[in-house]
């Protein structure tokens, strides 16, 4: 009973399973960087952690593929590092640190605005993070800035390795996302055939954009699958939005919205789907190329389930 409303709350508060992922990844991380710290001892464990703070721009879902996490990741990285040495050794030198800081602020403000507009909301939390080192004593040692830098680079070292071989759990988002974006589609073929106003369409835009999100992300094997799968998905729906140019089909339309709730079910279990119990009687060219869409996306599972 428990697991079950606890199963319950963490879908309705996490319905795509993003922070659950997250929290995995941060514990596998943290895990690793805590055995780095042991066993190398590095000079600063203040730039040790520093990291830490910034390496959650890599889980935004606006960097929409690996490559471009990793390069925007380096680059913050890389910032961090330039931001937290040159403040450490200029600091004593309060005029010119001045000086120094504003020009540096402008500099990094136009790189990323030029070159990483993404994640233009970055510029503070990186001088913020490299400013930490302005509490460290004693300043502007050159041995102790040395000390900073490797103490960083093996930690932006464990951080990037463990990023990157953590196992790819986009599938899992993306699954998710299109089982309520299926239901929205459930609901609208039910307020349709009632003649009742249509569900919020922003919850499905949500759905969509998350599904649009995570799809770069996936695995090259199951890249292909997934775009068919959600592009005969999306057209079934475009198909549904046509429904008023003819007349209407109840008991088609119900039997699209039961096969649609079994899809999502089996999506929810990652089963195979058996085809022969699909049973449509379609009878315009209309009701033909749904039932095509929804056996293409059927198909297209079934495929993927065995990768």
Known sequence: MFISDLRHWLNRVDPYAIQRVVLQKSLFAATVL????????????????APLIVVSWYE????????????????????????????????????????????????????????FPKIKNATMLIISTGALTLSISPMASLQISIGFLSSALLSMLGLFICLNFFPNK??????????YYIQCIEADIAATIANVPLPSFNEEVSHVDIIRSFQPLLPKKYLSLALRIFSNIRNLQFALNNIYYQELNPIFWSS???????????????????????IINPSTRLQYLVQDYLLSAMRHWNTLCKR
């Open 170 to 179: 986009a599938l899992e988002v993306w699954r998710r996302a299109l089982q």
């Open 256 to 278: 699209i919205k039961q096969h649609l709730h079994y899809f999502r079910l089996h999506m929810d279990k990652q089963n195979p789907i058996d085809l022969s119990e699909i």
């Open 60 to 115: 935004m879902p606006f960097l929409s593929s690996k490559k471009e996490k990793n390069r925007n990741l380096l680059f913050i990285f890389a910032m961090v590092i330039i931001t937290g040495i040159s403040f450490y050794l200029i600091y004593p030198f309060r005029l010119l640190f001045l000086v120094y800081a504003i020009i540096f602020f402008i500099a990094l403000f136009y790189i990323i605005w030029a070159k």
């Open 34 to 49: 805590t055995f780095i710290y042991w066993f190398f001892k590095p000079e600063s464990f203040l730039m040790f952690v």
